[in-house]
Nanobody, 114 residues
Framework: QVRLVESGGGLVQAGGSLRLSCAAS????????MSWYRQAPGKQRELVGI??????NYADSVKGRFTISRDSLKNTVYLQMNSLKPEDTAVYYC?????????WGQGTQVTVSS
């Protein structure tokens, strides 16, 4: 069973930065894609960014502010979030896909105060 464990969430002021981590129980290279999603209160879960085939793509709302990177030796994917805004407040989830099967982490709360 694949396990994804997020960490790094917290409370930050607007304009600040946070780095989220997603540690996978299996090799990063066993997945077809790894992504970050977020879900704000009362809203649907939305895609923040995806890392697949060595390329990254981001939602328009975070482009230029968020960056996905990876450490293959640690089987860890990161989400660097800069210039945070109150509207970035949400639970952030790590997602991995392998041959059509989707895995989710438990989520980590990010709260941005104005």
């Amino acid at each position: 069973q694949v396990r994804l464990v997020e960490s790094g969430g917290g409370l930050v002021q607007a304009g600040g930065s946070l780095r989220l981590s997603c540690a996978a129980s299996e090799s990063f290279f066993s997945f077809n894609a790894m992504s970050w999603y977020r879900q704000a209160p009362g809203k649907q879960r939305e895609l923040v960014g995806i890392l697949s085939g060595g390329e990254t793509n981001y939602a328009d709302s975070v482009k230029g502010r968020f960056t996905i990177s990876r450490d293959s030796l640690k089987n860890t994917v990161y989400l660097q979030m800069n210039s945070l805004k109150p509207e970035d407040t949400a639970v952030y989830y790590c997602n991995a896909v392998r041959y059509g099967v989707t895995y989710w982490g438990q989520g980590t709360q990010v709260t941005v105060s104005s």
